[in-house]
């Protein structure tokens, strides 16, 4: 297996955990979790448990268990479903419990609700208050050929809530273009590899339109390998300390590490 020679080890900004219809996923718990990010060098994910943003009702144990017992490797999203939204005093009582959670994540397309829907804008307002990452699915339009995380509706998210550190997950596939527009545009926009990275040249497209500093590393895992985008990053054209940058620095300094 090929080993990359670096003197740094990985940051993974979108991860996921645990089983996921109907895709076989082996070792999808945090323990096999840490032994694959031990065999890929990478030193910390960031994640959202499968069963926590699809359930309509609350089961945030994995991610909680998983912040718990690995601190050093783990941190995590709370999932917020606007179909069965949690309170500001939700969110806050579980920060607040949970030192390891690190900003929300959204799935628009999946919940079947425009992100710029008022059911979206009390989580909007305490993460733009605290300063928190926001990882949201973003498409440029979904399999029901419906629009509510595009490009459009990313640009009024990031023009309202300033303070928040955006990642735009999937860098709005079928419209990454303007996506990289957006993260020139705003300096609280972050573009997202994962499944994006697999394009020929968008990793060079994305450095020349919004600059390194506005990429990060991101993969799915464990529903796609570490390795893929590793590959995507390492193969492209660009300079080491660019590398770097997508890889940990851009991480580590959303996460003040």
Excluded at 80 to 99: G, Q
Excluded at 109 to 134: G, P
Excluded at 188 to 213: Q, S, V, W
Aim: hydrophobic letters at 40%; glycine letters at 6%; charged letters at 25%.
């Amino acid at each position: 297996m090929k080993q990359w020679t670096v003197d740094y080890q990985f940051i993974d900004v979108h991860t996921h955990m645990g089983p996921q219809y109907p895709i076989y996923v082996p070792e999808n718990d945090a323990d096999g979790m840490v032994r694959y990010m031990d065999e890929c060098n990478i030193e910390y994910i960031i994640s959202a448990p499968m069963e926590d943003l699809h359930s309509k009702g609350s089961k945030r144990q994995d991610i909680t268990d998983a912040m718990r017992r690995y601190p050093n490797r783990i941190k995590g999203y709370f999932s917020f479903n606007p179909n069965d939204p949690a309170t500001v005093e939700e969110i806050e009582k579980a920060f607040a419990e949970n030192p390891g959670y690190v900003g929300l994540k959204f799935l628009p397309d999946y919940h079947r609700t425009n992100i710029t829907d008022a059911k979206y804008a009390d989580a909007l307002a305490f993460a733009d208050e605290k300063k928190l990452l926001v990882l949201s699915h973003t498409w440029g339009l979904s399999m029901q050929g419906e629009q509510r995380n595009s490009a459009d509706k990313i640009a009024m998210i990031l023009e309202k809530y300033p303070k928040i550190n955006f990642i735009m997950g999937h860098s709005i596939q079928g419209q990454t273009e303007l996506a990289i527009d957006l993260a020139k545009t705003y300096r609280n926009a972050y573009l997202d590899l994962c499944d994006t990275g697999r394009f020929y040249g968008i990793i060079e497209k994305m450095i020349d339109g919004a600059g390194a500093d506005r990429v990060l590393y991101a993969t799915d895992a464990p529903l796609q390998g570490y390795r893929f985008i590793q590959g995507a990053v390492f193969s492209a054209d660009i300079t080491d300390a660019e590398k770097r940058l997508i890889l940990r620095d851009n991480a580590a300094r959303l996460l003040k590490l």
